[in-house]
């Protein structure tokens, strides 16, 4: 499971950059995504312009999943000051059915829906 934000947020990013593709073409390129994405450090990219994160060498050209990225960074940023960590937040989520917290998910984040919520839920040792 991972153990700060930031790990919560790489792992969000890589649901909503597999989402449609390979895992096979997301493996040989996240290096470089890393890179274009400064690391899923989601302080800065809540700062981020989707042009330029479209016109990094080795980005990844959807502009809706760049877009999603960012906005997802400005709710990470919500959430910490909501619940104080992110861990907290999946905490409060605990009481609810499955498909309420995958609708929870799914409201809060951008690219995200119900399999992806549920991905990223097993991804981060999220279970009930």
């Known amino acids: 499971m991972p153990r700060s934000d ?12 597999q989402a449609g593709l390979g895992w096979r073409m997301i493996r040989e390129n996240w290096v470089k995504f890393r890179q ?6 989601f302080d800065r990219l809540a700062e981020a312009k989707p042009t330029e994160l479209l016109k990094a060498p080795g ?12 906005y997802n960074a400005k709710e990470f940023q919500r959430i910490r000051q909501e619940y104080d ?7 409060s989520l605990k009481t609810m ?32």
């Open 6 to 17: 930031q790990e919560f947020f790489e792992v969000l990013c890589l649901c909503v950059l």
């Open 97 to 128: 059915r499955h498909d309420e917290t995958f609708k929870v998910l799914t409201k809060r984040f951008r690219h995200i829906g119900d399999y992806t919520a549920e991905y990223f839920l097993h991804s981060v040792g999220y279970c009930k």
């Open 59 to 70: 980005s990844i050209k959807n502009r809706r999943k760049v877009e999603a990225i960012i």
């Open 36 to 41: 274009v994405f400064y690391g899923f450090d």
């Open 85 to 91: 960590s992110f861990s907290n937040f999946l905490d």
